[in-house]
């Protein structure tokens, strides 16, 4: 029967997460236990140095960091939490990781030529990484992602996750969802692939829309090739494609990265763009004559006025 349509979720990230334990400022109550808030530095910290203990898991991956409660944190306070063990944290926005010389080394990036090298490989903006913080923020996160793959998309751990996903689906009547960014983690035909098998299941009682992020679609792709084949290999009675995309425009809420208009941010510190104001125009004209609709993340003010007078152009 009709139940409640989530409009945005992520499927993979979900069952990533579901994986994963939680150390976040909120309470979650969650399949796989419950995850009372830490809301100070100490109570994050006892609690990271708890789970850490009791966990065999390499490396160790937490999530729900949160600097406005739990104070700064980078790699030299992972460094001395965690001094031999590969540790990462997954901040709270989900767009930012922050991880301890241990798992550089893990990584092949503990020497900063290496660090450096990946930045300029991976053609991300070189100010969303830090290597003396160990920080892989924003556009600089797909670094960090590349890495944890082997690791966060494992088979077993993907089908234990979509399952869990499934059954808060069901226990919150929900039937429908769209997932609002398809092919962050593995591209759009390997996370399609991975929802496809996973919502086609005789258990399954959801509907999934699978939408691609706008920046994953290379120039040289012929739109309408690519959503006719993408149809044709993903679509079931329980995953649809439609002619919708994704677009990126400025950073996290929760990791204050949106792009603040003045006086901006009473630190000092500025917000960071996951498109390019030009590139954000080009993928609006792109996308607009191919026919597709729009679905955009924005955040600050400034990034609105960019998204607005970019859609206006679209019309003048």
């Given at each position: 029967?009709?139940?409640?349509?989530?409009?945005?979720?992520?499927p993979?990230?979900?069952?990533?997460m579901?994986?994963l334990?939680?150390?976040?400022?909120?309470?979650?109550?969650?399949?796989?236990?419950?995850?009372?808030g830490?809301?100070?530095?100490?109570?994050?910290?006892?609690?990271?140095?708890?789970?850490?203990?009791k966990?065999?898991?390499?490396?160790?991956?937490?999530?729900?960091?949160?600097e406005?409660f739990?104070?700064?944190?980078?790699?030299?306070d992972?460094?001395?939490?965690?001094?031999?063990?590969?540790v990462?944290?997954?901040?709270?926005s989900?767009?930012?990781?922050?991880?301890?010389?241990?798992?550089?080394?893990?990584?092949g990036?503990?020497?900063?030529?290496?660090?450096?090298?990946?930045?300029?490989?991976?053609?991300?903006?070189p100010?969303?990484?830090?290597?003396?913080?160990g920080i892989?923020s924003?556009?600089?996160?797909?670094?960090?992602?590349?890495k944890?793959?082997?690791?966060?998309?494992?088979p077993?751990?993907?089908?234990?996750?979509?399952a869990?996903m499934?059954?808060?689906l069901?226990?919150?009547g929900?039937?429908?969802?769209?997932d609002?960014?398809t092919?962050?983690?593995?591209?759009?035909?390997?996370?399609?692939?991975?929802i496809?098998?996973?919502?086609?299941?005789?258990?399954?009682f959801?509907?999934?829309?699978?939408?691609?992020?706008?920046?994953?679609?290379?120039?040289?792709?012929?739109?309408?090739?690519?959503?006719?084949?993408?149809?044709?290999?993903?679509?079931?009675?329980?995953?649809?494609?439609?002619?919708r995309?994704k677009?990126l425009?400025?950073g996290?809420?929760?990791?204050?990265n949106?792009?603040?208009?003045a006086?901006?941010?009473?630190?000092?510190?500025?917000g960071?763009w996951?498109?390019?104001p030009?590139?954000?125009?080009a993928?609006?004209r792109?996308?607009?004559?191919a026919?597709?609709?729009?679905?955009?993340?924005?955040?600050?003010?400034?990034?609105?006025?960019v998204v607005?007078?970019?859609?206006?152009q679209?019309?003048?």
């Open positions: 029967m009709p139940g409640l349509i989530d409009p945005h979720i992520h993979v990230q979900g069952s990533v579901l994986n334990p939680f150390i976040a400022p909120d309470d979650w109550n969650l399949p796989t236990g419950n995850f009372p830490s809301r100070t530095q100490a109570q994050w910290r006892g609690r990271f140095a708890d789970l850490l203990a966990s065999d898991a390499d490396p160790f991956i937490c999530w729900g960091y949160h406005l739990h104070g700064p944190l980078d790699r030299r992972l460094d001395q939490m965690a001094p031999s063990r590969a990462v944290v997954w901040q709270r989900f767009h930012e990781l922050i991880v301890n010389t241990a798992t550089l080394k893990a990584w990036l503990a020497d900063e030529a290496a660090f450096n090298a990946a930045v300029v490989q991976a053609k991300v903006d100010a969303h990484a830090d290597f003396g913080r892989f924003e556009t600089a996160l797909g670094i960090g992602l590349a944890l793959r082997p690791v966060i998309l494992a077993e751990r993907i089908r234990r996750g979509m869990l499934q059954q808060m069901r226990a919150h929900v039937t429908t969802v769209s609002m960014a092919g962050i983690f593995a591209g759009f035909d390997g996370e399609a692939a991975m496809k098998a996973s919502f086609a299941g005789p258990d399954c959801n509907r999934v829309m699978l939408i691609p992020v706008a920046g994953l679609l290379s120039a040289d792709v012929d739109l309408d090739k690519w959503i006719d084949t993408a149809r044709g290999k993903y679509s079931t009675g329980h995953v649809r494609v439609d002619r995309v677009l425009a400025d996290a809420f929760f990791a204050q949106m792009q603040m208009a006086p901006g941010y009473i630190d000092g510190h500025s960071k996951l498109t390019e030009a590139v954000l125009d993928q609006f792109r996308f607009w004559d026919g597709f609709s729009f679905h955009i993340h924005v955040n600050g003010d400034e990034g609105l006025e607005l007078d970019g859609l206006a679209l019309f003048a």
